[in-house]
């Protein structure tokens, strides 16, 4: 683990303080917990996302993914279905599709920039040609979002999301797979030669990236109720700032789970306390922007004063 | 890991401590029209620097002045539903009493905004309605009852050309639904003996392109030689006549108007055709009036909020300095009549 995911855990801290002394209403804890369901979908994305950056990739299509899952499983599934079903479905068509990008990457050769980029325009496509203007029901576990851990204020999905985080960082951190990532993301030419399976783990990063994007259509759709094709705009970006923010390095080879997470988080609540004091949405994107070129930038400093082995993921 | 966990925990700490002592302020839902406090209004329009949703906000403005009210516009950062679902739910915990709203979807803010109004929140869409959705708001105030254009415009052809006269239609794309109900509305409204020396010649498309429909307009004077008017029910299309008729010099008094001239009349935002009316090359058009919009909006969501008035098909209410405005079916409120915009006002208007 890097200390550069530190960065981010000390900015969140700054701007919970800050959004205190903005607004007296923003450090409400059900309110925080409620509004942090609004970025399961974004941590899902990022979780993912962290798995195929540190391998030296970029996973464009992740939101297309998202909403083409949705609306397929919209599409098919009935209200009586069981919820397992749904969500293995989700989990499958989205690892399929994140199949494909891996595909396109390993076996057609084009840079995933370019691969994703292309199926970020189809998948969305799929699901506008398919649905047209019009929405389609989500069919089971509607309103996920409002269902709370016991009598506590802790709404589910944040939880499930930290859980699915947890178990992510666990693999990539420590296991075998999680080496070979980091391995590959440093060098794959080198990782070739001395016997790693390269295809095999890009395969597997992209795949990973688009289960997590079949995942988030479940939180998604459970929260609106109804799914369209226009849904999550702009939400691989929100899930590629937080992988980068957290410290994983853009080029590949070191990364961090817990910084992805912290880095959303930081995000979460820097929108959240914006929007609760009344700052227009203009001046939020503007801010949010600063504080990103902030967290890179710290973050680069304190890993040009230690210079530690860079391969360390 | 272990400076991680230390930073998580302080955070924790300044979480715990402020969420602790708080609950003096914390935002309970207020009674509706509750006693002496100002009504908050907060709109959240579709999309951030949209000149329309300004006027919209202007309209707010001015009735919340006359209501000692408070309004501020709180656009998405991104023109979707999921963005103003975000949106919404700040608005709520900042302190809210009337949302005003343009919707991005029909279907995707239920669940947000009746968590608004069990917090004593009243919520009226503007210019786009929850369709198929209408219990999950309070009331909706829409640009204009559609079924009005038709018989309008017609109206306006009348008194530019003395009801008499060859006119063509400059429409949209073929398929465009709003134009192709006004239009079968004015072909409607010809059927009526008054206008019987009225004589739709043709109806073109433009497809709401400049290119497009400056060429169909400059076929269209060639073709019809005796073309006294044209009808445009859409700003680009309107744009672009006034642009062939201001080079032709065909404009009524322009140097090649060979009598009367061609008149043109249509729908169009007063930005598009400002120069053309200056210029005298259009004398008068159209349009519903945001500001209107949002002055209806403000007026009815705080008589709502205060239960002075119930969204009931038939029920009425009065908006000072507007008339009195019926409620149609499903709580919804029409504008009122087409706005004219000409040279004694298009430069009151900038959208």
């Not at chain 1, 789970?257 to 001046?283: I, N, S, W």
Request: aromatic share 6%; proline share 5%; hydrophobic share 45%.
């Amino acid at each position: 683990m890097s200390r550069r995911d530190l960065v981010p855990v000390g900015l969140l801290a700054i701007v919970l303080f800050v959004g205190s002394r903005l607004s007296a209403r923003f450090l409400d804890a059900p309110y925080l917990l409620d509004t942090l369901n609004l970025y399961v979908e974004a941590g899902l994305l990022a979780t993912g996302m962290t798995f195929v950056i540190v391998c030296g990739e970029i996973d464009l299509s992740v939101a297309s993914t998202t909403v083409l899952v949705a609306c397929v499983v919209s599409k098919f599934l009935g209200p009586e279905t069981n919820p397992v079903v749904l969500v293995a479905m989700s989990v499958a068509i989205g690892s399929l599709l994140g199949l494909v990008n891996g595909a396109l990457v390993t076996i057609g050769r084009v840079p995933s920039f370019l691969a994703t980029l292309a199926t970020m325009a189809t998948y969305r496509g799929v699901a506008q040609a398919w649905l047209g203007p019009f929405s389609a029901k989500w069919p089971v576990m509607k309103g996920l979002d409002r269902a709370h851990l016991g009598n506590s204020p802790v709404p589910w999905p944040p939880v499930i999301w930290l859980l699915v985080a947890g178990a992510a960082g666990l693999v990539l951190h420590r296991t075998v797979f999680g080496r070979q990532v980091a391995a590959v993301g440093t060098n794959a030419i080198a990782s070739r030669f001395s016997g790693l399976p390269v295809e095999r783990t890009q395969l597997a990063v992209f795949a990973l990236s688009g289960a997590m994007a079949g995942l988030a259509a479940v939180f998604l759709g459970s929260r609106l109720g109804v799914v369209r094709h226009d849904l999550g705009r702009g939400l691989e970006l929100d899930a590629i700032t937080a992988v980068v923010v957290g410290g994983t390095s853009i080029l590949g080879g070191q990364g961090s789970m817990a910084g992805t997470v912290a880095a959303l988080l930081l995000v979460a609540a820097a929108k959240t306390a914006m929007g609760v004091a009344g700052v227009k949405p203009e001046v939020q994107v503007t801010v949010v922007g600063v504080l990103l070129v902030l967290a890179v930038l710290a973050g680069n400093m304190a890993g040009l004063a230690r210079r530690k082995a860079p391969t360390q993921a | 890991m272990l400076r991680t966990l230390i930073v998580a925990g302080a955070i924790v700490g300044i979480l715990a401590a402020g969420c602790g002592p708080a609950p003096a302020d914390k935002p309970t839902s207020e009674t509706p029209g509750g006693a002496g406090s100002k009504l908050r209004i907060v709109f959240v329009p579709k999309s951030a620097g949209n000149p329309y949703f300004a006027e919209v906000s202007k309209g707010l403005e001015k009735a919340a002045k006359e209501l000692g009210a408070t309004v501020e516009t709180q656009a998405p950062t991104t023109a979707d539903a999921t963005s103003q679902v975000t949106t919404i739910k700040d608005a709520v915990q900042r302190g809210c009493d009337l949302l005003v709203i343009s919707a991005n979807a029909p279907d995707t803010l239920n669940d947000v905004l009746d968590e608004a109004r069990k917090k004593g929140v009243t919520v009226v869409t503007v210019d786009s309605d929850i369709t198929g959705n209408e219990t999950h708001r309070d009331a909706s105030v829409l640009p204009v009852d559609q079924e009005k254009v038709g018989p309008a415009l017609v109206e306006s052809l009348a008194s530019l050309t003395g009801s008499e006269g060859e006119f063509a239609i400059l429409s949209a794309a073929t398929d465009a639904p709003n134009q192709n109900k006004w239009i079968a509305g004015m072909k409607e409204t010809l059927k009526n003996p008054k206008y019987s020396k009225l004589k739709l010649v043709d109806t073109v498309y433009g497809d709401d392109e400049m290119q497009k429909s400056t060429t169909e307009m400059e076929a269209l004077l060639t073709k019809y030689p005796n073309l006294r008017a044209v009808v445009s029910p859409t700003s680009v299309g309107m744009g672009a006549a006034a642009q062939v008729l201001e080079t032709s010099g065909r404009y009524p008094g322009g140097p090649k108007a060979n009598g009367t001239g061609i008149v043109l009349t249509g729908l169009a935002t007063p930005n598009q055709l400002k120069k053309a009316v200056e210029k005298g090359v259009v004398t008068k058009f159209h349009l519903w009036s945001p500001a209107e919009m949002g002055e209806i909006a403000a007026h009815l969501g705080s008589m709502l909020h205060s239960k002075k008035v119930t969204a009931d098909v038939g029920k009425t209410f009065d908006v000072p300095g507007m008339g009195t405005k019926t409620f149609v079916d499903k709580g919804v409120v029409y504008v009122g009549p087409l706005t004219t915009f000409d040279k004694s006002n298009i430069a009151n208007f900038d959208f």
